[in-house]
Every structure is written in structure tokens, then in C-alpha cells.
């Protein structure tokens, strides 16, 4: 669990300067460029992300139960993660009233993802994972919610096509990743 553990300090560390030292950031990129700061991020992100897929993989050999989900909770994950797909799908189409109402969709969606998660999940490492996703995300969505309304920041109106692009495109990716991929990547398939 140790390896899990450490990418989530690097994954989730270098995704919360931003919230926690924006000061340090910004001198940062003034010293070493923007694009030297994107280097280190995006490295950082990949490091941390690969150590979180590793030391997940390893703790799921070694279990430890906190408690056992009834059965039926993995309906009610499938449909959050459904719900979450589309909100982070929100994020990327412009226009759409997901990102008006909510000012904040993706981080929204990866908030709803955990959540969901923690759920259907009762291992101390998966629980580790999701509540620490959780709160960084949660912790992300106050920041960036509180930055937009110091800028003065209005999302445009949403407009009915735009929803159903995003809707549409939310529900297929997540229908792609829930009956493939999951299985694929994680080695469990949610669904059977």
C-alpha cells in the first residue's frame, strides 16, 4: 500500500499547488518558464499516476476488509459514474447549462466518481484511494469556485444541442469504459 500511498502525495500534491501555494506557483513559472512548469507537472502527474495504478494493483493481493457492500450498490455506483461522465464530458463542450449550473464540471464529475466509488468499494485500499480523490477534489472545486467569482467569471448561456451532445457523448464513454475498458484496465467488470 506504501506505493499507492506515494503516488497519491505526488499525483494529488502537484494537482493542489494551485490551491494551496498559488503564490509559489506563480513565482515558479515566472522562474523557469511555462512551458518548463508544464513539463514538471505533466512528469509529476505521470509518476504519480503510474506508482497509484502499481500500488493499487499490488494492495488488491493483499486485502484489507473495512466492510462488504451490499450487492446492489454497484448499481447505484453505475449510475453516479454514468451521471459523472457526463459532467466531465460538460467540461469540454462550450455552451452547455451543466457548466453554467455547476461553473466547475469536471471537478465536479471526478467528486461524484469517488464518491461512487466508495460506495461499492469496502478494502482499506480502495477506500484510501477514493476518500483521498474525494477530498482533493471537493478541496479543488472550492478553489476554483472561489477564483471565478474574484475574476467575475460568467459561464454563457447553455443551450439545448449542446446538452445533448454532451449527454450523449457522457453515456457512450462511459458505456465504452463500464463494459470494456474497466474490465480491461482495473481487471473488474462492474457490470458482468
Given at each position: 500500500?506504501?506505493?499507492?500511498?506515494?503516488?497519491?502525495?505526488?499525483?494529488i500534491?502537484?494537482?493542489?499547488?494551485?490551491?494551496?501555494?498559488?503564490?509559489?506557483?506563480?513565482?515558479?513559472?515566472?522562474?523557469?518558464?511555462?512551458?518548463?512548469?508544464?513539463?514538471?507537472?505533466?512528469?509529476?502527474?505521470?509518476?504519480?499516476?503510474?506508482?497509484?495504478?502499481?500500488?493499487?494493483?499490488?494492495?488488491?493481493?493483499?486485502?484489507?476488509?473495512?466492510?462488504?457492500?451490499?450487492?446492489?450498490?454497484?448499481?447505484?455506483?453505475?449510475?453516479?459514474?454514468?451521471?459523472?461522465?457526463?459532467?466531465?464530458?460538460?467540461?469540454?463542450?462550450p455552451?452547455?447549462?451543466f457548466?453554467?449550473a455547476?461553473?466547475?464540471?469536471?471537478?465536479?464529475?471526478?467528486?461524484l466518481?469517488?464518491?461512487?466509488?466508495?460506495?461499492?468499494?469496502?478494502?482499506?485500499?480502495?477506500?484510501?484511494?477514493?476518500?483521498?480523490?474525494l477530498?482533493?477534489?471537493?478541496?479543488?472545486?472550492?478553489?476554483?469556485?472561489?477564483?471565478?467569482?474574484?475574476?467575475?467569471?460568467?459561464?454563457?448561456?447553455?443551450?439545448?444541442?449542446?446538452?445533448?451532445?454532451?449527454?450523449?457523448?457522457?453515456?457512450?464513454?462511459?458505456?465504452?469504459?463500464?463494459f470494456?475498458?474497466?474490465?480491461?484496465?482495473?481487471?473488474?467488470r462492474?457490470?458482468?
Amino acid at each position: 500500500m506504501g506505493l499507492l500511498v506515494l503516488g497519491l502525495v505526488i499525483f494529488i500534491g502537484v494537482h493542489s499547488i494551485r490551491i494551496a501555494a498559488p503564490q509559489w506557483r506563480a513565482a515558479q513559472i515566472k522562474r523557469f518558464g511555462p512551458q518548463a512548469w508544464r513539463g514538471f507537472f505533466a512528469l509529476s502527474s505521470i509518476i504519480g499516476f503510474v506508482l497509484i495504478v502499481y500500488g493499487y494493483g499490488v494492495s488488491r493481493r493483499y486485502p484489507v476488509p473495512l466492510w462488504a457492500p451490499p450487492f446492489w450498490m454497484a448499481h447505484v455506483t453505475a449510475l453516479l459514474t454514468a451521471i459523472a461522465f457526463i459532467l466531465i464530458v460538460a467540461a469540454y463542450v462550450p455552451g452547455n447549462h451543466f457548466k453554467r449550473a455547476l461553473g466547475q464540471p469536471f471537478v465536479s464529475g471526478v467528486a461524484l466518481w469517488a464518491f461512487a466509488h466508495l460506495l461499492a468499494n469496502g478494502t482499506l485500499n480502495a477506500v484510501v484511494l477514493f476518500l483521498v480523490f474525494l477530498v482533493w477534489a471537493l478541496a479543488e472545486l472550492r478553489g476554483e469556485n472561489r477564483r471565478d467569482r474574484a475574476a467575475g467569471v460568467v459561464h454563457p448561456q447553455g443551450r439545448p444541442s449542446r446538452d445533448a451532445i454532451v449527454v450523449v457523448v457522457g453515456l457512450v464513454a462511459w458505456a465504452v469504459f463500464a463494459f470494456w475498458l474497466h474490465g480491461l484496465l482495473i481487471g473488474v467488470r462492474p457490470l458482468g
